[in-house]
């Protein structure tokens, strides 16, 4: 079992950069694959990033391609998100989940066994 805390959220003007990182506890942390995922007011949760256990394979929404960057140290057992170029509709709770099978990229919540609290981002224009 995994349990993640996500911290790096805030407030940010359009246009600006904000870097989320999620801390896992236990010794296992390069066994999971982990992901990126975002829940904006009456929404439904949606992908945002994935990363494989290794952190050689990305996959990402169409909505962050090119303006975020999913990474991980599994020497610290943690996982980052940087986002650049910010847009008001980023505007979210930034969730991080884990997977503890499996050698790719998974795009679904419902393929993700753990979860954190979330980190709120707020975009402002």
């Known amino acids: 079992q995994v349990q993640l805390v996500e911290s790096g959220g805030g407030l940010v003007q359009a246009g600006g950069s904000l870097r989320l990182s999620c801390a896992a506890s236990g010794r296992t942390f390069s066994s999971y694959a982990m992901g990126w995922f975002r829940q904006a007011p009456g929404k439904e949760r949606e992908f945002v990033a994935a990363i494989n256990r290794s952190g050689v394979m990305t996959s990402y929404a169409d909505s962050v391609k090119g303006r975020f960057t999913i990474s991980r140290d599994n020497a610290k057992s943690a996982v980052y998100l940087q986002m650049n170029s910010l847009k008001p509709e980023d505007t979210a709770v930034y969730y991080c989940?884990?997977?503890?099978?499996?050698?790719?990229?998974?795009?679904?919540?419902?393929?993700?066994?753990?979860w954190g609290q979330g980190t709120q981002v707020t975009v402002s224009s």
């Open positions: 989940a884990a997977r503890p099978m499996g050698s790719g990229t998974y795009l679904g919540s419902h393929e993700y066994n753990y």
